[in-house]
């Protein structure tokens, strides 16, 4: 699906441990605009179950595991989050849903716009009517090269 796919991020490794780091339009595709993260999730939590107008984002699994199942309105994929070098890089009108979490999961959204209510699709039957009016015109991610620069 060409409306996601996943992120590789720069380590920097030693014997004191991993890190990571992330710079807006460097290693996302977006000016940061917003950072959220999900935690104390419940097990059999299923979360998300709606889609974006504008927005486009990018998941981590910073600890912990979980599922996300991404649809563009034609196809569906699932993506195990369970690395946090690894980022699932989701365009705008792609309805997604998350569960499975492992206990203790964390999870981190980088996001390219404010919180916006108004942005969401949250009716799936809605969101397929966007998908298919808009679908083609769509820019499909923006032509980016990850990591390519570090
Ligand atoms: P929602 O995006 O539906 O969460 P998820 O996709 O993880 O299930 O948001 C849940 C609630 O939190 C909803 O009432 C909106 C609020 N919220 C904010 O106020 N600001 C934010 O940045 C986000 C992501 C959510």
């Known amino acids: 699906m060409k409306d996601c796919r996943l992120i590789d991020l720069p380590v920097v490794s030693d014997p004191r441990g991993d890190l990571t780091f992330i710079e807006g339009t460097k290693h996302v ?5 917003r950072v959220y993260y999900l935690y104390n999730v419940p097990a059999d939590a299923a979360r998300g179950g709606h889609a974006h107008k504008r927005l486009e984002q990018v998941v981590f699994a910073l600890s912990g595991s979980f599922r996300m199942r991404v649809d563009d ?3 569906t994929a699932d993506f195990w989050l369970s690395n946090p070098r690894k980022g699932l890089y989701i365009n705008r009108l792609v309805w997604r849903e998350m569960d499975r979490f492992s206990q203790g999961a964390v999870c981190m959204v980088l996001a390219s716009e404010p919180y916006d209510e108004s942005d969401y699709y949250r009716d799936y039957d809605a969101f397929r ?3 298919r ?9 923006r032509a980016w090269n990850a990591g390519a620069d570090k």
């Open 29 to 33: 595709p977006f000016p940061i605009a």
């Open 73 to 75: 309105g034609e196809q």
């Open 129 to 131: 009517q966007a998908a």
């Open 133 to 141: 009016e808009i679908g083609r015109d769509r820019p499909g991610g």
